[in-house]
């Protein structure tokens, strides 16, 4: 079972969300539900470096990004930080699969959390999904 930890700095405008242990498609779903346009940040981490994603298929992942289609718009950023290629792959199935739904979001994944964070907070916009060195 996965669990879900939030940070919100108000004052840069970032969310920083740790996923820890097994995700399932179900939790995965759940938490996209959750997720509150109202009260969004317009940037935002997903820390995938200490979930494991072996329980999800790629397939059924982009059948759930049809669930993020109220947070599009250009003004946001997120970025997918893995420690391993293999869960990176996830994060670029992810990528292709909100830009095939024609959504505005900047999504970009990285292998480094501070480069992450110097991505949002710092440096201009980029459209691709592109592992950042460390």
């Known amino acids: 079972m996965a669990q879900f930890k939030r940070i919100k700095d108000s004052r ?3 969310t920083i969300i740790e ?3 097994k995700l399932t498609l179900g939790e995965l779903s759940r938490f996209l539900d959750s997720l509150q346009v109202d009260n969004a940040s317009s940037r935002a981490i997903f820390d995938f470096r200490a979930a494991d994603l072996s329980a999800l298929a790629k397939a059924c992942i982009k059948s759930e990004i049809r669930k993020l289609e109220r947070f599009s718009h250009p003004e946001l950023k997120a970025a ?3 420690s391993n290629p293999t869960d990176f792959s996830t994060g670029k199935a992810i990528s292709k699969a909100v ?3 024609g959504y505005l979001a900047d999504i ?3 292998y480094n959390l501070y480069l992450a964070k110097d991505w949002l907070l710092y440096q201009g916009q980029s459209t691709s999904l592109i592992p950042a060195t460390q």
Do not use: P, Q, T
């Open 80 to 82: 997918l930080v893995f």
């Open 12 to 14: 840069s405008d970032l």
């Open 99 to 101: 830009s095939k739904e």
């Open 108 to 110: 970009r994944g990285f």
């Open 19 to 21: 996923i820890i242990g």
